[in-house]
C-alpha cells in the first residue's frame, strides 16, 4: 500500500492504543489499518469493548494513539479539529437541556465566533434537513429519542464538515426508529459529500448504511476483514429486500464470528 | 409510508411528549401549597393550645397565641410600635446576612470551579473544606472577635465564613458530575476553558449550586444574628434576643415574638433563593418552590 | 507490529493515578492542611501579632496537649447530650414520617415546612428551650432534637415513600402489618435513614456548642468556650476548636461505619 498522506477521506495507518492502569496495561487497538475513501460510508463493526470507539476518538483528536499514524483529509486529527473538518455524534446525543434545540445546533458556531445571524440561519438550514424545523423553541426532554439524535445530527452538521464520525448513534432507540432514521440519514448523506465512519453493532445497519464494512476483533482490536458493500444507492426501503442483502449479512456475520474466535 | 417510490421518504415524526404542564395547573398547585401551608401553622398553633390545656402551664411559660399576636401591637419603652421596632431590628441583621451571603456566595464560586478544575488543589482542598464545615460558628465568633475586634468586619467576615462552604461544596460538586461525554462534545469544537465553563459547567452544575445557595442562605442569618451578640453591636436581631431574655419574666410573649421574627427572616432568605432559582432554572429547578 | 509503552497525552483511558491510591486520599489533603499551619504560624512570628489576637499553631498545640484531658471530658459531655437529642429528634421524626406518609397533603407540607426551616436559628431558639427546660443539659438536648428532627424526618419520609415489587410480594403471601413492617418497610428505609444521619450527627455537635456557649450545663464544650473568652484566654477558646473539630471527625468516622455494618447487604455495596 503506497503511503499517501496527500489522500482525502480518513485513513489508520498501524494504529495502536494502549492504556495503562492499575489492574494492568490494556492494548485496545493494535495494527489498525483502515482507509475510508472521500466521500465513501464506511461502518466498523463488532463485539462490544472491540475497540471502536476507541479507534473512532482517535480520529476524532480525544485520543492520541501510541502507536500508528492517523489522518483526516490528508491533516492529522489535531490539524483536522483546528480546521473544524470533522463532526462527531456520539451514542447519546447529548443537548444541553437548558437550551432550545435551535440554540443546541448553534453551540458549535457559537463556539467558533461565528456571528448571530449567520449562526442562526445555518442551525435553521441543518434543522430543516432533518426533518425538524418545527421544533426549534422546544426543549431536549420533549423530544423522543430519535428525535434528540436528529438534532444532535443537525449539530455536527452545522460546521459544514467533510468528515463525520458517528458512534453508534442509533444504538440506544428501538429497531423501528432505528431504521427510520437508517433512511433519514441516507438522505441526508445524499445531500452533501461527506465521508462518514459510522460505528454500530447491528450487522444489518452496517450493510444497509456503508459502502465497505470494517469488521473488527477485540482484545486487541483489529480490523480482520473489509467487506464492499456493492448494493446500489440510493439505498431504500427496498434495499432490505433484496437477496444481496441478505447475503452480504451472512458473509459480515461470518466474518464477526471469525474474529470474535480469533480472540 | 411510501410503498412505490424510489427515494425514502422524508418523515416528520409527531412523537411528542408533553412533559410540561400548563401554566394555569401550576399556579393552581402552587397555590394549594400556600393554603396548605397556612393550615398547618394553624395546626401548629391549635396544638400549642392543646398542650397548654393539658398541660395546664401557666401564661408565664407558654403565652396564648392571640396574646402574643396583640403583643405585636403594644408599644416599646421607646414610643414605636412594637411591631415596627422589630421591623427595623429584622432589616438591620438582614442587611448584614445579604452582605455575607453575597461576598460568600462570589469566593464560594470561584473556589468551587478551581476545585473542580484542579486535580491536585480539588483533591486536597475539598476534604479540608468539608472538614471546616464541622466547625462550629460560635467557637470561632469570639476567637474573631479576640483577633478583628467588634465591628462591622468581623460582622462580614462571620457570615462570609459560613456561607462560603455550602457554595464551595456544591459548586465543586456540580461542576465535577458533568459527564466526560459533554466534555469531549465542547473539545471537539475547539472550545477554551473558558468558553466550556460558561456555556457548560455552570449551565450544568446550576441546580446543585443553588441547593448550596439555599443552605448558604440559611446559615447567613445564623451568622448575622451569632454576630451581633453581645460584643457585637447594639441593634439586630441577636441584640433583641438576648434583651428578650434577659426580661422574659417581665414579658414572655417577646421572647417569642423574635423567635417567629428570626424563623421567618430565615425562611424569607430560603425562599427567595429558592424563587431565583425558579427564575434562572425553569422546569429544571429542584421540586416546587414552596 | 508490537507496540510501545508510550501514553499520549491526551488519554481518556484509565491511567495510573497516584491521587486514586488510598494513600494518596490522605495524603494531599494532609500536605496541603500541613502548608496552611504552615503559612499561619509563619504570620503569626512574622507579625509579630499578639497572642490573644491570633495565637500561633504551636502555641495552640502545646495548650491543646497540655490540657487535653479536661478537653475530653467536655467534649464527652457534648458528644453525649448531643446523642441523646439526635435520638430523640429522629425517633420522633422516623415516627412522624411513618404516621403521615399515608396522607399526601400533610406529608408534602410538613417536608416543605422542614426543607425551608432548614438551618433553624439555634441563637433565636434556644432560649426558648430554656424556658421549658431551665438553662440546664436537657435545653441543650431538646434543641438537638428540634434541630435534628426536620432533616430526619425528610429522609425518613423519602425512605417510606419507595414502592417496589416487594409490595406485591408482601401482598401475594397475605402479609400482617408487622410482618410487613419489620420485613419490608423498615429495612427498606434504612439507606436513607442512615443518610440523614450523616448529615443530622455533625449538625447535632454544632447545634450542641452553641447552645451550651449561651448556657447549659457548666461542663461542656460550649460553655468552656463562653468563659475561656470572656477572660480573653485566646489560646484556650483555641484549643477548645481544635477538639471540637476532633469531635466532628470522631463522630462523622463512627456513622461511616455503622452505616458499612448496617447496609453491608445494600446494592451500593456490591462491587458490580
Known amino acids: ?263 | 409510508m411510501s410503498s412505490a417510490e424510489s427515494g425514502p421518504v422524508l418523515t416528520v415524526s409527531d412523537e411528542f411528549s408533553d412533559v410540561v404542564s400548563p401554566g394555569g395547573q401550576r399556579f393552581w398547585s402552587a397555590v394549594q401549597r400556600v393554603l396548605i401551608a397556612l393550615l398547618l401553622l394553624l395546626i401548629a398553633g391549635a396544638l400549642w393550645e392543646l398542650a397548654k390545656l393539658i398541660t395546664g402551664t401557666g401564661d408565664r411559660t407558654m403565652p396564648h397565641i392571640w396574646h402574643t399576636l396583640r403583643f405585636l401591637g403594644s408599644t416599646t419603652s421607646q414610643d414605636e410600635n412594637y411591631t415596627w421596632f422589630l421591623v427595623q431590628n429584622v432589616w438591620s441583621t438582614a442587611k448584614a446576612s445579604l452582605v455575607g451571603l453575597l461576598v460568600g456566595t462570589a469566593l464560594g464560586l470561584t473556589t468551587g470551579v478551581l476545585i473542580a478544575r484542579n486535580r491536585l488543589f480539588g483533591d486536597g482542598l475539598m476534604p479540608l473544606i468539608v472538614a471546616a464545615q464541622a466547625v462550629p460558628i460560635v467557637a470561632i465568633a469570639p476567637a474573631l472577635v479576640l483577633w478583628l475586634g467588634t465591628g462591622g468586619v468581623t460582622k462580614m467576615v462571620i457570615t462570609t465564613y459560613l456561607t462560603f462552604f455550602p457554595v464551595t461544596v456544591a459548586t465543586a460538586r456540580g461542576i465535577q458530575s458533568v459527564p466526560q461525554e459533554s466534555h469531549d462534545l465542547l473539545r471537539t469544537y475547539g472550545a477554551s476553558k473558558w468558553t466550556s465553563l460558561r456555556i457548560l459547567e455552570i449551565p450544568f452544575a446550576a441546580p446543585l449550586i443553588f441547593v448550596g445557595l439555599e443552605t448558604a442562605a440559611a446559615f447567613s442569618v445564623v451568622g448575622a444574628i451569632v454576630a451581633e451578640l453581645p460584643f457585637g453591636s447594639n441593634e439586630g436581631l441577636g441584640v433583641v434576643i438576648l434583651t428578650s431574655w434577659q426580661f422574659y419574666i417581665v414579658e414572655p410573649r417577646a421572647l417569642y415574638c423574635v423567635a417567629m421574627a428570626s424563623c421567618a427572616l430565615g425562611a424569607i432568605f430560603v425562599l427567595s433563593v429558592r424563587l431565583a432559582a425558579y427564575f434562572a432554572l425553569g422546569p429544571r429547578s429542584q421540586g416546587e418552590v414552596l | 507490529m508490537t507496540s510501545t509503552e508510550a501514553v499520549g497525552s491526551k488519554d481518556t483511558g484509565p491511567r495510573v493515578d497516584w491521587a486514586n491510591l488510598p494513600l494518596g486520599v490522605v495524603l494531599i489533603p494532609t500536605l496541603f492542611f500541613v502548608v496552611l499551619l504552615t503559612i499561619w504560624e509563619l504570620a503569626v512570628k512574622l507579625g509579630d501579632v499578639h497572642v490573644l489576637m491570633l495565637p500561633a499553631p504551636s502555641v495552640i498545640w502545646i495548650k491543646f496537649i497540655e490540657d487535653f484531658d479536661i478537653l475530653v471530658d467536655l467534649a464527652l459531655n457534648t458528644g453525649i447530650e448531643s446523642a441523646k437529642g439526635v435520638l430523640l429528634g429522629s425517633v420522633i421524626a422516623i415516627m412522624l414520617a411513618g404516621l403521615v406518609h399515608g396522607i399526601r397533603w400533610l406529608n408534602q407540607g410538613l417536608l416543605a415546612y422542614s426543607s425551608t426551616v432548614k438551618a433553624l436559628p439555634v441563637v433565636a431558639l434556644y432560649p426558648v428551650m430554656t424556658v421549658f427546660f431551665g438553662v440546664t443539659s436537657k435545653a441543650v438536648v431538646a434543641m438537638v432534637c428540634v434541630g435534628v428532627a426536620p432533616i430526619m424526618f425528610t429522609f425518613a419520609s423519602r425512605g417510606f415513600s419507595g414502592t417496589s415489587e416487594h409490595d406485591d410480594l408482601m401482598r401475594s403471601i397475605s402479609a400482617g402489618w408487622l410482618t410487613r413492617m419489620t420485613a419490608l418497610v423498615l429495612p427498606r428505609a434504612l439507606p436513607y435513614v442512615m443518610a440523614g444521619l450523616r448529615t443530622a450527627v455533625p449538625l447535632a455537635i454544632i447545634i450542641a456548642i452553641i447552645s451550651e456557649y449561651f448556657g447549659g450545663s457548666v461542663s461542656t464544650l460550649g460553655a468552656y468556650i463562653r468563659r475561656e473568652s470572656t477572660m480573653l484566654h485566646t489560646v484556650q477558646v483555641w484549643s477548645a476548636i481544635v477538639m471540637a473539630c476532633l469531635l466532628g471527625v470522631l463522630v462523622f468516622v463512627a456513622v461511616s461505619l455503622l452505616d458499612r455494618y448496617f447496609l453491608r447487604w445494600h446494592a451500593s455495596r456490591q462491587e458490580a
Open chain 1, 1 to 263: 500500500m503506497a503511503d499517501e498522506m496527500g489522500t482525502l477521506g480518513l485513513r489508520a495507518s498501524g494504529v495502536g492504543k494502549r492504556f495503562l492502569s492499575k489492574g494492568g496495561d490494556v492494548q485496545a487497538l493494535e495494527g489498525v489499518e483502515l482507509e475510508v475513501a472521500q466521500g465513501g460510508f464506511t461502518s466498523v463493526i463488532g463485539p462490544s469493548g472491540c475497540g471502536k470507539s476507541t479507534l473512532l476518538k482517535a480520529f476524532s483528536d480525544l485520543l492520541e494513539p501510541s502507536t500508528g499514524e492517523l489522518s483526516v483529509n490528508g491533516k492529522s486529527p489535531a490539524e483536522a479539529r483546528a480546521a473544524r473538518e470533522f463532526g462527531v455524534v456520539f451514542q447519546s446525543p447529548n443537548l444541553l437541556p437548558w437550551r432550545t434545540v435551535l440554540r443546541n445546533v448553534t453551540l458549535p458556531l457559537q463556539v467558533m465566533g461565528v456571528d448571530r445571524p449567520t449562526r442562526i440561519q445555518t442551525a435553521h438550514e441543518m434543522l430543516e434537513l432533518v426533518g425538524l424545523a418545527s421544533f426549534i423553541r422546544h426543549h431536549p426532554w420533549q423530544l423522543s429519542g430519535g428525535m434528540q439524535q436528529r438534532v444532535a445530527i443537525a449539530r455536527a452538521l452545522s460546521t459544514n464538515p467533510s468528515v463525520l464520525l458517528m458512534d453508534e448513534p442509533f444504538g440506544a432507540l428501538d429497531e423501528i426508529t432505528r431504521d427510520r432514521l437508517n433512511l433519514e440519514l441516507m438522505r441526508i448523506w445524499g445531500t452533501l459529500s461527506a465521508t462518514i465512519l459510522f460505528i454500530t453493532h447491528s450487522i444489518t445497519e452496517a450493510v444497509f448504511l456503508s459502502s465497505q464494512v470494517a469488521v473488527m476483533s477485540s482484545r486487541p482490536g483489529r480490523i480482520t476483514r473489509l467487506i464492499e458493500v456493492d448494493l446500489p444507492y440510493p439505498r431504500n426501503s427496498q434495499t432490505r429486500d433484496m437477496p444481496e442483502f441478505y447475503e452480504l449479512v451472512i458473509e459480515v456475520r461470518r466474518a464477526l464470528v471469525e474474529a470474535s474466535d480469533a480472540t
